[in-house]
């Protein structure tokens, strides 16, 4: 609730709600799901939090992950929740869509990821598909452009400087070094 009064009073005009577990407990993937009943009570927190009824709130699942009866049966509770549209991870093509989209009556929108069976505007539009977003590429152009600008501010021409987005991602986080303490001192594994 807080979450949504702060993102309301900033001026956001959407957000979504999301069913993964967070935080994912580390070394493991975050394609964890909470139960439909936590998920249904975030949204109605969200919607009772909301002042704006113009503020967009969109349930986000991960579609990839379960059997589609489930995700049928989940993106349904979301919108009784009342949930404003419904936000969906890992569709694999138009028939996966369609298998879901028939169920619901609020507004679709997809992280693709650049899934090429999913690039038909037209036919997307038809299923209720509002947005679709390419998965983190603005974040990854954001992070070439900072270091991009900053390497040229300070004139540092290193083998880095030709470094993908993700490659420099992997470069500076370092992910080998947390993977090999938590399997150190934790004895999770990957």
């Known amino acids: 609730m807080r979450t949504i009064v702060e993102l309301e009073r900033a001026g956001v005009a959407a957000l979504t709600i999301e069913d993964t577990l967070l935080p994912?407990?580390?070394?493991?993937?975050?394609?964890?799901?909470?139960?439909?009943?936590?998920?249904?009570?975030?949204?109605?927190?969200?919607?009772?939090?909301?002042v704006d009824p113009e503020m967009a709130i969109i349930a986000r699942t991960h579609a990839g992950i379960l059997p589609v009866q489930e995700i049928?049966?989940?993106?349904?509770?979301?919108?009784?929740?009342?949930?404003?549209?419904?936000?969906?991870?890992?569709?694999?093509?138009?028939d996966h869509l369609e298998q879901i989209a028939e169920h619901l009556s609020v507004p679709l929108m997809l992280v693709t990821y650049g899934n090429p069976?999913?690039?038909?505007?037209?036919r997307l539009a038809e299923l209720g598909v509002r947005v679709t977003i390419d998965g983190h590429g603005a974040y990854f152009a954001a992070i070439k452009a900072t270091y991009n600008s900053l390497r040229e501010q300070r004139q540092i021409?290193?083998?880095?400087?030709?470094?993908?987005?993700?490659?420099?991602?992997?470069t500076y986080t370092q992910p080998e070094e947390y993977i090999r303490w938590a399997e150190e001192f934790m004895s999770v594994k990957e």
Do not use: N, P, W
Not at 28 to 39: C, H, P, W, Y
Not at 157 to 170: G, I, K
């Open 72 to 94: 049928i049966s989940r993106t349904r509770h979301y919108q009784q929740a009342g949930a404003d549209g419904i936000c969906m991870v890992g569709v694999r093509d138009f």
């Open 24 to 50: 994912a407990q580390f070394g493991r993937k975050s394609t964890d799901l909470i139960t439909v009943a936590e998920g249904v009570g975030k949204i109605r927190a969200a919607l009772e939090a909301r």
């Open 117 to 122: 069976l999913l690039r038909d505007d037209k």
């Open 157 to 170: 021409f290193t083998q880095a400087a030709d470094l993908s987005a993700t490659e420099l991602t992997h």
